[in-house]
């Protein structure tokens, strides 16, 4: 298996791409594709001592700004470390593909240059969270600002399909955003999201309100992107703001007390880091592409490498493929 | 000052209300007016040892149903401990109110009975929320699950008056909840509600991803009602979340850690209460009109009135009218 990889993407890059590059080669035993300016490469892994010759690189000269305007990725950064491997990949020179950069660029290049799943009417940026229970999908997290409700239907299934093949999660229990749990809650979308979902090939378990992601009784979460972005990075704010409070609470005077507990707090760390989740999956295009974290670090790239090639093993793309088939019939 | 409090409304009512309404009128000195059934009120307060002698009782025999469809609270509702405080406060027999009851009552029935300020399009719902720094309004957080861009507008005004009036926070800063800080984010209703704030009568400081809201640089967030639900459950459920974290770290072994470190804990504790910040306050409405947390103790019914207290010391409404007559000209 090939996984292809972004080397310019994120506020670390190249350095903790290549960091997490070398681990998933010798530890995941996947083969590694590398896209970006080949000489700054070579320099980075020579600086570090990061040993690449076993990885192929994809020149290419120039790097993705964050700021530019997402479509810009199709003409004027066509030559660019993103660009670059999103075509790789549709040409068949990888099987998936891990980017940390612009989230806009990679929605518009990989719709554009790799297509979507045929029938699949929108892509959907679906990032894992973690709960008190388990893994939780949320999508749309921010691919789409407005949604029809077909679409959300579209998310549940590709969700289902994910939290299925990939986290082995039988029947996932799939939940809608909303405002309230009685099924007369919420927006025109909601109402219309809600009737199609009951009716959908998937474990349709009501309306969620967002106080209850936490609680990790739900395996997936659907809603339009507006929603979903403000709920991901609500979700990722007041997980930073909780490690800062437990971090203040054993500063100081309070190392003793840590140190008693040591074991707990980084357990709880471990818990509530993205980082040990990979990255947001980039559901609905016809290869799967990963998402990054922009602050990834070499652990990051690792994780989010290792669950490109979870999804390319799990064949969630055929999987979902052959739902749609099926609900053409419905 | 005469403050009115529906003393069947919430999880803990009436027990909850009495306490509250006893320690109220002890240390801030106002008049308490209780709505409810008087026998059932007085039989509570005697097995409590609570004194109520020196609060005034409005009769009311019936509760309104959390279940109920709002809009009852008008007509089949209208015996109720919920409605017949509204009538009491439209008729001059307090200042303001406080009810735990069904939100969805309390904004229909404070819409119809009580009446918007003269110029304002709708009421909002608007809670205080914890943060790193400082108390931060959120508003709408439920009132309108649609909203048009000149709601938002003056959600902001009235947002920016009671930071300033209540809080005492000098020319608050008021941020618009959005997917990204470039003002060419969002949906339609952002980007034209970006464009009404510039030119709005308050501290308008762009747009505010929800990541950044526990950061504190924001006193003032404004939403359509859709979204602003969903943050405020987040924040939530998040806190709960986070709580429950902290708890399972100091359990069992890790007691004598929590020891060492007893007065933060309990200072963080404090500082994620939503008891200590009083309830959301129903805007946009002739009155004061306090929703208190279903789930409000004694403590929170206290803070609830406090908070009550502060808006008509504050003069909020008629420094909200003011600022409406200003705008006219603009």
């Not at 990888?94 to 990679?106: E, H, K, N, P």
């Not at 299925?164 to 809608?176: A, D, F, M, S, T």
């Not at 474990?203 to 972005?229: H, K, L, Q, T, Y």
């Amino acid at each position: 298996m090939r996984i292809i990889i972004d080397a310019f993407g994120g506020d670390n890059a190249p350095l903790a791409v290549l960091q997490g590059s070398r681990r998933a080669k010798d530890e995941l035993g996947v083969d590694i594709v590398l896209s970006g300016d080949e000489t700054r490469i070579r320099e980075a892994a020579q600086q570090a001592g990061i040993q690449i010759s076993d990885m192929e690189i994809l020149h290419a000269p120039e790097v993705f700004d964050i700021h530019a305007q997402p479509t810009t990725i199709l003409k004027e950064g066509k030559n660019t470390s993103m660009a670059v491997g999103l075509q790789a990949l549709r040409d068949g020179k990888g099987d998936a593909i891990v980017c940390a950069g612009s989230t806009g660029g990679l929605v518009a290049g990989a719709t554009f240059i790799n297509k979507r799943i045929k029938g699949i009417k929108r892509p959907a940026l679906a990032p894992i969270l973690p709960t008190k229970k388990g893994p939780l999908m949320l999508m749309d997290a921010g691919a789409n600002i407005d949604c029809r409700a077909d679409m959300i239907v579209q998310f549940a299934i590709m969700g289902s399909v994910y939290m299925e093949k990939v986290k082995g999660i039988k029947n996932p229990r799939v939940g809608l955003l909303n405002v309230g749990a009685e099924e007369t809650k919420g927006r025109e979308l909601e109402l219309q999201a809600y009737e199609l979902l009951q009716k959908a090939p998937i474990n349709f378990c009501g309306n969620i309100e967002a106080r209850e992601m936490p609680e990790g009784n739900f395996d997936v979460v659907v809603s339009d992107g507006f929603s979903g972005n403000i709920a991901l990075k609500l979700y990722e704010g007041m997980g930073a703001f909780m490690r800062d409070n437990i971090g203040d609470m054993f500063s100081g005077a309070g190392k003793i007390s840590a140190l008693l507990i040591y074991p707990r707090i980084k357990a709880l760390r471990k818990r509530m880091d993205y980082k040990e989740h990979g990255g947001a999956v980039l559901m609905g295009i016809s290869a799967p592409v990963i998402k990054a974290h922009g602050s990834s670090d070499g652990k990051a790239f690792f994780n989010a490498i290792r669950q490109a090639r979870d999804c390319v093993e799990g064949g969630i793309i055929s999987t979902i493929s052959a739902h749609l088939e099926t609900m053409k019939g419905v």
